[in-house]
C-alpha cells in the first residue's frame, strides 16, 4: 500500500530542500529585520507596511506590468501564429521548426549580451534604421536602452525573440491532436482558409492557449537576468522590474527582512494566478471535449 510513497521519498526530500524550506525560512525572515551580520529581530508586519509606502516599490510593479502586457500577448498570438505556420505538410518545414527553436536553447547571458550590442548607439539596429532613414534624408539613432521611453520595450523584445521558439513547440502539440477529419468536415459546410482556424482550431486549443499565457505570465513576473545584464534597472528605475528591485534590496542593500517580504507577495501573486488559471483550464478543457 505505502509502496508507491517509498518511491516518491527521494523526490520529496530534495524538493523539501531546495524549495520548501527555502519557502518558510523566506515567509519566517519577512517579518524579520535581518542583514546577514546580526541575528534576526522580529518586526511583525513592519516590513509589508513599508512596502505599502514604498513608492519605488509601485514603480517597480508598474514596469512589471507594462512589461507583462507587452511580452504575454505577443507570445499568445505570436507563437500561435507561428505555431500554425510551421505545422504546414511542406518538405523541409523541420528545418524551419529547428530555425525557430534555436534562440530558446541560447543562454540568457549570451543572448542578452548580443542584444545589448544590437541596441548600443552605434549598433547594428541603429546603423540599420539609420540607413534606411537616409532614403528620406532624415538621419536619426534611437537611445534604446538610455531612454526611459523604449528601456523596457527593448527588453521585452528580446524576450518575445527568445520565448516565440519555446511556445510553438506547446502549441505545436496541440494541433498535432487535432483530427484532420474535422477539417475535411469543415471545408464541406464551407470553412476555409483562416475560417477554419477561427472555427475549430481556435475552441479546441484553448487549453494550450490559456496554458501558454499562464507559463509565460509566471516568467514575465519572474524577469531579472535580462534586466541586470542590459539595464541594470535604468534608466531612471525605468526597467527595474519586482524581482530586481528584490535582488537590490537583499544582495545590495542587505535588508534580507524587506526582501522577503517582497518576495512572499510575488509568490502569491503567482500563486493566485495560477490557481485562477488552472480552474479556468479545467473549463476550458470540458468544452474542448464538447466540441470534439
Do not use: C
Not at 237 to 254: D, I, M, Q, R
Request: proline share 4%; net charge neutral; glycine share 6%.
Amino acid at each position: 500500500m505505502f509502496t508507491p510513497y517509498l518511491f516518491l521519498l527521494p523526490a520529496l526530500f530534495f524538493l523539501t530542500i531546495s524549495s520548501f524550506y527555502p519557502l518558510l525560512q523566506a515567509f519566517y525572515l519577512s517579518f524579520t529585520n535581518y542583514d546577514f551580520v546580526s541575528s534576526a529581530k522580529l518586526v511583525g508586519w513592519g516590513n509589508y507596511l513599508a512596502i505599502l509606502g514604498d513608492r519605488l516599490f509601485w514603480q517597480v510593479l508598474g514596469n512589471t506590468l507594462i512589461y507583462l502586457l507587452i511580452v504575454v500577448p505577443s507570445l499568445v498570438i505570436l507563437s500561435l501564429g507561428l505555431a500554425l505556420l510551421v505545422n504546414q505538410k511542406i518538405k523541409g518545414m523541420a528545418i524551419f521548426r529547428s530555425i525557430y527553436y534555436l534562440p530558446v536553447i541560447v543562454s540568457v547571458v549570451i543572448a542578452a549580451i548580443a542584444w545589448k550590442w544590437i541596441y548600443a548607439e552605434n549598433g547594428l539596429l541603429n546603423y540599420l534604421i539609420s540607413f534606411l532613414a537616409l532614403a528620406w534624408e532624415t538621419p536619426f539613432k534611437i537611445s534604446w536602452l538610455t531612454n526611459p521611453d523604449t528601456a523596457i520595450v527593448a527588453i521585452a523584445l528580446v524576450t518575445i525573440w527568445r520565448g516565440l521558439g519555446y511556445y510553438m513547440a506547446i502549441y505545436l502539440a496541440g494541433l498535432q491532436s487535432i483530427p484532420a477529419e474535422l477539417y475535411e468536415a469543415a471545408a464541406i459546410d464551407g470553412s476555409e482558409g483562416w475560417l477554419k482556424h477561427w472555427d475549430i482550431t481556435i475552441p479546441l486549443m484553448r487549453p494550450y492557449i490559456l496554458l501558454v499565457g499562464v507559463i509565460s505570465t509566471i516568467n514575465a513576473m519572474k524577469i531579472f537576468e535580462e534586466v541586470y545584464i542590459m539595464s541594470r534597472g535604468g534608466p531612471a528605475n525605468s526597467t527595474k522590474t519586482v524581482v530586481y528591485y528584490l535582488y537590490e534590496k537583499g544582495f545590495s542593500s542587505l535588508e534580507m527582512g524587506y526582501a522577503s517580504a517582497i518576495g512572499v507577495i510575488l509568490f502569491l501573486a503567482i500563486f493566485i494566478i495560477s490557481m485562477i488559471t488552472a480552474f479556468a483550464s479545467l473549463k476550458f478543457s470540458g468544452q474542448s471535449l464538447d466540441l470534439e
